[in-house]
DNA sequence: GAGTGAGGTCAACAGGTGTTGACTTGGAAG
DNA sequence: CTTCCAAGTCAACACCTGTTGACCTCACTC
């Protein structure tokens, strides 16, 4: 029961690790079975094995299980400071959001899969501060968030990529008030 | 001089076309040469000899030689409305910076070419507003217009896609004014 | 009509890809 | 020790990719 040299879950293991290091480095096409295997110190046919195949690997590293934290009884002009930590670690270098959003721009699969969380998990999130027009004001508060990602960790924008968390959070702070509480404009 | 079934700038030009779609809706790798050609009723080796390579066609649909208005006397708070058109235009599903976008989450290159429109062109445009500290305002400027960028025309985020100009810009007009002159917080 | 050169095509190359199926190896159970 | 099955390897497949160089062909000039 007790293996040492084959272990087929810390195969495994090691296979989704360099799975997530290399899509979310170079996204879904430059990612090779053959370069993660190697990585992985495996051989290719052991990931067709566990994975089917290449778009079930990814998937395996595309299981979005995020938890966004409870704002019912946040103020909307503290929204920001609730919501970026979490946006950091998700979307951060070894956030499980990058690859996604990698594919995503030319994987409509993926791109489905990044609007879901978008409506199954932030919007009910915010529903609760954002009473009226929910969809609405979650999906600008996506875009917003989203762009900041995009800005900082996929393209490196020098002032954003090195600016402080908490700056960047005063930044935010009264954007995603406005998105949240703010009239619809006419 | 005349040529009418031999046009050398003829057939330049729908490779062009073909090129312009292909890389926008599948972006850099899933693009192929020979499928450029097809679509342009082409040899693929004239391709080729056209644009020597692959990154030579993709740099060719890459010129971004964009106009963007010019700010001087116009309030922070319009800056929304003079420039949400020009980007509308730039980031259309017709216009240069959706394959741009999309080759750059797996392409450095194409990464660097993206900032370099945002710190040599945005960054000024901006500065004859922000006068304090423009990099950084034009960063977020960009960031937040990316993200609506991407949601939309990427993503295709169900309430932005479908949100009309107008209402849009109502959005982003206290968004752009914020990051253009409020205070940097602390 | 012959010559010329740009415009265009053709078939092939070398290399890389995902994927497969037959094979080997290790370790525990009998 | 033998058996047996999961764990892992191997070599090959069929295909597609960018790219090349030799070749054809048309329109125009002399």
Not at 25 to 50: C, K
Not at 74 to 94: E, M
Not at 123 to 147: H, S, W
């Amino acid at each position: 029961m007790n293996r040492r040299t084959r272990d087929a879950d810390a195969s495994r293991a090691s296979i989704l690790a360099a799975a997530r290091v290399q899509f979310g480095e170079h996204g879904f096409e430059r990612t090779t079975i053959r370069s993660v295997a190697a990585q992985a110190g495996v051989d290719p046919a052991l990931v067709m094995r566990y994975f089917r195949n290449k778009d079930g690997l990814f998937a395996a590293i595309s299981r979005l299980d995020i938890v966004l934290p409870n704002l019912s009884g946040t103020a909307p002009s503290r929204a920001a400071d609730a919501l970026l930590p979490v946006f950091i670690d998700l979307w951060g270098p070894d956030g499980p959001f990058l690859p996604l959003l990698r594919a995503a721009t030319s994987n409509p699969v993926a791109a489905e899969a990044l609007l879901e969380v978008l409506t199954d998990q932030v919007t009910p999130a915010l529903a609760t501060i954002a009473v009226d027009r929910p969809a609405e004001r979650a999906a600008l508060v996506g875009a917003q968030l989203l762009g900041v990602a995009v800005a900082r960790y996929v393209l490196g924008t020098p002032p954003l990529a090195t600016m402080d968390d908490g700056t960047l959070i005063g930044w935010l702070r009264p954007v995603l008030e406005h998105y949240l509480v703010d009239d619809v404009p006419t």
